[in-house]
């Protein structure tokens, strides 16, 4: 008997010395990503006040002013990342996202570089000349601008899919952008996949 309770106390720290090892090998997993700067959380983007931002204001059709819930997702044809988030919106209600193609030379190149991706043309936007992304005050691809009512209520960096998610759906908002309170917070960010404008 003796014998048995020796084997379950030798089980019991082999296991809790493994669920330590373990512990530390997370720890260390996360510390490489941020020392080498792989961290998947978004980069808060400023928007301009100075002037209007409703999205018909900066070249975008006049009806989404009126969305209660709209993204506006910018991507572009030299971005890899880019291409992991168009391809991660076959899978997902594209309904309340309006794609921004960025650094297209052409509106056939953009629609063309989307066209794999199941998103409709019909919402879609080839900025050629870049006014769009100006008008907002973005720099980078992937981002994201959130209108909350009309009211551009966030932008950030999109640095995967995984990220841009929650964010499609009114429901699934994070609290800080839930519509009782409009007030964005920033939430954290990350420089990984992003492409200067």
Known sequence: MI?????????????????????DQFRTLELIRTKIKLEDT???????????LLPSSVGLPQALDRENHL?????????TTCRTIADGLRSASTASVWVVMEHARTVEEGLAWLATSGISAERVTVDVGGRIAEGLGITVTPSMVLYQSGEAALAQTVPSYRQLEPLLSARTLPQPLKPQSLKPQPLKYAKEGTIRV
Do not use: K, M, N
């Not at 993204?71 to 971005?79: D, G």
């Open 42 to 52: 978004p980069e808060p983007l400023p928007l301009p006040r100075e002037r209007s």
């Open 71 to 79: 993204v506006v997702l910018f991507l572009s044809t030299t971005c």
């Open 3 to 23: 014998f048995l309770w020796v084997v379950v106390g030798v089980l019991c720290l082999l296991t809790a010395v493994c669920l330590l090892a373990l512990i």
